[in-house]
């Protein structure tokens, strides 16, 4: 008992670091800018800290039931805490902006950044990995509508039929994810499963795969505790940021890239234990269903939240984020032809996010 609850400190530390951040909430706003941000910052690295318990929790539960149930499980971990801080930060001061911001930095840290990192180091310990291009194909052209849908042609839709438009939205990314979902855990699962030889399971074993044996239950449990805790720390925190950043010329979309990083932060570190055991359809499945799932599932619930409040998001990407999501669809879909990755493919990728990183300095 006392080794379980041992394990689950960071729980514990962001419980404290919570009701400490609500007791000092205007105390720090009255100290200024800087304290302000370390504040702000030491709450993003405990909301950090919180979410890895959480996505080792979804891990626990997604070895039990493998994949692709597994990998969806994963994703949708992550994708929740991203809903869950998207929509608290939403109720202050916020850009119109940050809900499309936050997709598209998403999808850039997704495909570019994790699949781009894992690829270059797998590639580079291992050479060619193989994986099933079945899944690489229908995750692309599954983000490519959804995106498209979601956030091309809004751009192109008149203001007075918002309204109309974002219940059809709703519709569609719904439907969309059923009968994905459908076909990911039945006739077509295999699509998102890859069979490795047995002598290369033995010499690279799943180091991605938790090791206790835990109870589904404690699992549950503990990933609702921290995805609530999570929602305490991000709306103390998105309070403290914003003040923080307030006239200082940050970039507009630093939140936006600050939320997706929090949310992505365990994919990051699960995605690269598989490239490195040499299991990349991991990798592909906790990439490519990431991006999917936070298109396909925040775009409904965030528009959900404008009719219901009667304040419509910017959804349509600007120009410079359509052309780099272009580029990103257009590139995976290239490596992802094969059903195997290597190191250039792999760093094809990272040069892309490392554009979007440069782009987001700039104010692009």
Do not use: C
């Not at 080792?56 to 493998?66: D, F, P, Q, T």
């Not at 149930?69 to 916020?94: C, K, N």
């Not at 999808?107 to 899944?135: C, F, K, T, W």
């Not at 775009?299 to 999501?325: C, D, H, K, N, R």
Request: negative net charge; proline residues 4%.
């Amino acid at each position: 008992m006392l080794s379980s609850l041992t394990k689950e400190r960071f729980l514990f530390v962001g419980l404290a670091v919570a009701v400490l951040a609500y007791a000092t909430e205007h105390s720090l706003l009255e100290l200024g800018r800087p304290a302000m941000l370390v504040a702000a910052f030491a709450l993003i690295a405990v909301i950090v800290l919180v979410s890895t318990r959480v996505a080792h929790h979804a891990e626990i539960l997604a070895s039990k039931v493998g994949d692709p149930y597994g990998t969806m499980i994963l994703t949708l971990s992550a994708v929740l805490v991203e809903v869950v801080i998207l929509a608290i930060m939403m109720r202050g001061e916020t850009s119109p902006t940050l809900v499309r911001d936050t997709i598209y930095a998403a999808v850039m840290l997704d495909i570019n950044g994790i699949l781009g990192l894992a690829a270059l180091l797998g590639g580079i310990r291992h050479g060619e990995q193989p994986y099933n291009d079945d899944s690489g194909k229908t995750y692309g052209v599954m983000i490519l509508t959804a995106m498209g849908i979601s956030m091309v042609v809004p751009e192109f839709v008149p203001r007075e039929s918002w309204h109309l438009y974002s219940l059809f939205t709703i519709g569609a990314m719904i439907t969309l994810y059923a009968v994905f979902l459908r076909m990911q855990v039945g006739a077509h699962s295999y699509f998102f499963s890859y069979a490795y030889p047995r002598a290369e399971r033995k010499e690279h074993p799943d180091s991605s795969a938790p090791e206790e044996d835990e109870s589904a239950t404690v699992s549950i449990l503990v990933i609702v505790a921290g995805v609530v805790l999570i929602g305490a720390l991000a709306e103390v925190m998105s309070v403290l940021l914003g003040a923080g950043l307030k006239g200082t010329g940050a970039p507009p979309a630093l939140m936006a890239v600050i939320v997706a990083a929090i949310s992505a932060a365990p994919e990051i570190l699960t995605a690269l234990r598989a490239a490195l055991a040499n299991r990349m359809q991991s990798v592909v499945n906790i990439a490519m269903g990431a991006s999917l799932s936070t298109v396909i599932l925040t775009v409904p619930v965030m528009e959900a939240i404008a009719l219901y409040t009667g304040q419509p998001f910017i959804m349509a990407m600007s120009p410079v984020q359509t052309v780099m999501v272009t580029i990103t669809l257009i590139a995976a879909a290239i490596n992802l032809n094969d059903g195997e990755t290597n190191a250039i493919e792999g760093m094809t990728h990272f040069i892309l996010f490392a554009t979007f990183i440069m782009l987001t300095l700039i104010g692009l």
